[in-house]
């Protein structure tokens, strides 16, 4: 069931409708049951995975913050961590690491053949197992209480709006709402933003990421057809497609999740105007870098300042030796995470060096377009590494870019309006945002204070998804983590 | 309440749009006079040319339909349809019937163009356009992809979705109008290499059978029946290729020779054809011929045609 499909849309009205028909005490019963439907129309059997997930983290949680002792609570952390990184391990990236080795190996000499699962990855298990481990690890310091009814507990772990491709929430924020004592009532307001928000996402989707795949996809699927000029625009256009389509789940999802009165955390705050790669990850997948800040980054730094005790090593000062250290074995696992491929690894070890570059030389000019503007390119490069089919890929495509620029290829015949479908919806998305965040308080049509101009606004919205969206066998990218 | 009396303006608001906007878009929609879209309007609602020739961009790009007028002494249009199969050739020729009754259709047939692939559904998106002139026929067509499609198509900008640009870039740069025919004058090199055939000790690929689907071969029986229910002269073609092609195996070959046995319709098969085999001279690219390519093609399906039905020559 796609969020951009009208049974998706009826599924979310008939939850909607229940919701503030059922009381309070068994939402999380209509919820619970909403949520495994979701999750299995896409393949049944992968309910076993989330519910096993489900049953081992409720109980570690609990029998856990029953423990005083730090080592034993500790035992029961490893349990839980080992259970869901192993299951994540099978699934995602068995094959990966087993023909890695197998490739390692012939390299050196040896010729044997490594054993590749025939399994297909259960979806969102990327997703879910993040915010089940930050749920533990919370519970492990103590930042939270465990959660005693397992009915909410497994909606937190399979929430529907969010299951598949985040936002990542955190125990703390989104618990608390999905208790039974927590009375939501109908609220127009609710409504209303939720409704806004699922026509903005459909719109990013439809109207931006999909049109934008078409060019995209034709010119990587040929990788040693096009010239440097033509990858040069599609990395361009991959750019906008993968924010558009990833933002537009985002805004999908929470405003499916506002319709119930729930809150969901940001996800993107406009990340093509980002002054520095720090500001990037500040707006881009919030939800990911906030956590891989607070549950790798910060644990990491803190484990390297209490073994690094001198203030210099090597002539270099230990506190950019541990940011260094942490940032990179961040952004290493944040690249892993991403995909079972070395081009994922790459792509985020660039972004591990850039921030450790800023943070050590604090390159920035005084102008803050100046700014956007190298951000943008550095940011753009690393996505040559995570478009590309493979490393080596990569590597032709950015020798092509810097040495061999070509010809731009331009679709013949009736296929030439993709491309300039692609940049209109570019341009729209572009004026939107450029709007936002500059002059906010210039005139507003969807927030204006007049009704007519809202209405109307909506309706435009609508009117270009009709209009101008690709309804044709579309897919989220980020489906496949 | 305030709920329901908001949605409702909201959806007064979009209807309004839809209206308006969608009206605009339908008039300049119409007023093309070139490009794809508009071929497909004037093989709908216009044409009344004797030779109809259906397929996809092997059709469009192989037929020339002067060749044929000059040759057959009838009238001739190219109805192919670039990235199309045959669920759109038979919508084409159910419309194409209901308003006149040629003497002879061509159909060229891709063999790959019958198996199991969602594209088949996808691209039927080209038919929206004219869903509110044909609703019967376009309908039915459009609900083997999805019953929904037809809903969505209460829309006047739905129907339109994705064709202002096409119209603008028509209009800004027309198409030299050759009776639908896609002329490429562009030839193609001849590699340096030559092309690697199959040794006689080696052994052939395993050949695993890919399923049919039943809605495509369906869609061909009826084709057939369609042409013989109005005593229309039907001609099945497969088109030349560059380089050797095995079909010596290939279920989808022997499923349109059935067909083809079953309803007694002529099929000529250029596959392999000597004439053109190798000859890079006259292909555009790998899988379609340029103009003197095309101009040869059609001769030699003319004559073929000739000699099968001697009586349809024009007095």
Known sequence: ?481 | MLLVTKSIKVIVCIFLIDFIFGEIQRYVFFQQKSGKFYRINYTMDVSTDEVIIFGSSHAAAHYVPDVFEKELGLSCYNAGVAGQQILVHKTLQEIVLQRTTPKIMILDIDTWGFYQDPYHYDRLSDLHPFYYKHPDIIGKVLALKSGLTEYFLKSRLYQYNSTIVHVVKYWLAPQRDRKGYQATLVQLPRPEQTVQVRREDEQPPVRRPRPFDKNLIAALEQFALNAKKRNVRLVFAFSPTLEYTDTSQDDSVEKIRSITNRNSIILISYINNPDFLGHYELFADSGHLNDPGARLFSKMVSDKIRDEFPDLRRN
Not at chain 1, 210 to 217: C, G, K, P, S, T
């Open chain 1, 1 to 481: 069931m796609k969020f951009n499909s009208l049974y998706y849309l009826a599924f979310l009205s008939i939850v909607v409708l229940l919701y503030y028909v059922v009381g309070s005490r068994y939402r999380w019963v209509l919820l619970l049951l909403a949520s495994y439907y979701f999750y299995a129309s896409w393949k049944p059997v992968y309910l076993f995975v989330i519910v096993g997930t489900t049953v081992i983290n409720y109980f570690v949680a609990v029998v856990m913050a029953r423990q005083d002792e730090k080592r034993r609570r500790r035992k029961f952390l490893l349990i839980s961590l080992a259970s869901g990184l192993g299951l994540l391990f099978f699934f995602k990236y068995f094959n990966f690491f087993s023909a890695s080795i197998q490739d390692i190996l012939r390299g050196a000499g040896f010729f044997v053949k490594s054993p590749l699962l025939n399994i297909i990855m259960p979806i969102g298990i990327s997703f879910y197992t993040l915010q089940t481990i930050g749920y533990i690890l919370d519970v492990y310091h103590g930042r939270v209480r465990p959660e005693r009814h397992f009915g909410t507990f497994a909606v937190y772990v399979s929430f529907f709006p969010i299951v598949l491709s985040g936002p990542i929430e955190r125990s703390g924020h989104l618990l608390p709402q999905l208790e039974r004592k927590n009375k939501i009532v109908f609220s127009y307001e609710n409504i209303s933003k939720g409704a806004k928000l699922i026509i903005l996402g459909l719109f990013y989707k439809l109207v931006v990421a999909d049109r934008a795949a078409i060019y995209v996809n034709a010119v990587y699927a040929n990788a040693g057809k096009h010239s440097g000029l033509t990858f040069l625009v599609a990395t361009i256009f991959f750019s906008f497609q993968i924010y558009s389509d990833f933002a537009g789940y985002s805004y999908v999802a929470i405003g499916s999740a506002k319709l119930l009165g729930i809150d969901i955390l940001q996800n993107f705050n406009r990340p093509f105007f980002a002054a520095s790669i720090k500001d990037f990850w500040r707006r881009w997948h919030i939800s990911l870098s906030t956590w891989l800040r607070d549950y790798i980054f910060l644990p990491v730094a803190y484990s390297f300042s209490r073994m690094l005790k001198k203030e210099k090593y090597l002539s270099i000062r230990t506190d950019r030796i541990i940011y260094f250290c942490a940032i990179f074995i961040t952004f290493f696992l944040c690249g892993l995470w991403h995909g079972a491929n070395w081009t994922f690894i790459a792509w985020g070890c660039l972004h591990g060096f850039y921030l450790a570059v800023e943070n050590i030389l604090g390159l920035k000019t005084k102008r803050r377009l100046l700014n956007i503007g190298i951000t943008y390119i550095l940011v753009l490069f690393t996505w040559i590494f995570f478009r590309a089919a493979s490393i080596s890929d990569a590597f032709a495509i950015v020798g092509k870019i810097f040495t061999k620029p070509g010809s731009l290829f331009i679709p013949q015949g009736s296929d030439i309006v993709a491309p300039i479908y692609t940049g209109m919806a570019i341009l729209i998305l572009l004026v939107m945002e450029l709007k936002q965040e500059f002059f906010p308080s210039w005139f507003s049509f969807f927030n204006n204070e007049r009704e007519l101009v809202r209405v109307f606004s909506y309706a435009a919205i609508i009117a270009l998804i009709l209009s101008l969206g690709v309804f044709d066998g579309g897919q989220f990218i980020y489906a496949q983590f």
